[in-house]
């Protein structure tokens, strides 16, 4: 089956009675967790972004205390999990400074978790790719946004 393009979806779907665009968002909603996750989001957390972001670090920070430090291994793949979690927050929301706000906060909580970063290559490029994402989505927002970004960013990279 070939898939319409997102124009003609949206000829459709301007065409249906409000019932019909009802029904239709609750079957799409049955079919992925995903898809239910982003209903969840546009219909009950969109106009509160901040909540919205407080909730995401909530769940980062029980994911960091669930590491298990002893070993590496383990370690690296929570963290890879966190950053999973992150990503697909962040394509829901699609906010820059959503973007930049959980990515600071996931760096700062590795910093911080005492995870030696650059004991293990791969934790280590994980940590600096979150970094690359933080600056190149930086360069998109507001000057005054950018200042006080740049701010917090001047803690992860003093050492």
Known sequence: MKSATIHEIKQELLTLK???????????????????ELLTYLLFEA????GYIQGIKKEIDDEFAAINLSHLYFARKTLRKIVRIINKYCRYSGSKQTEVELRIYFCLQLKESGI??????VINNLYLSQLKKINSVLATLHEDLQYDY??????LTAD
């Open 18 to 36: 409000p019932a019909q665009l009802v029904e239709l968002n609750l079957r799409l909603g049955r079919f992925k967790k995903e898809n239910k």
């Open 150 to 155: 740049l701010r917090e960013m001047a803690e």
């Open 47 to 50: 106009h509160d972004e901040q």
């Open 116 to 121: 030696p970063i650059e004991r293990n290559p």
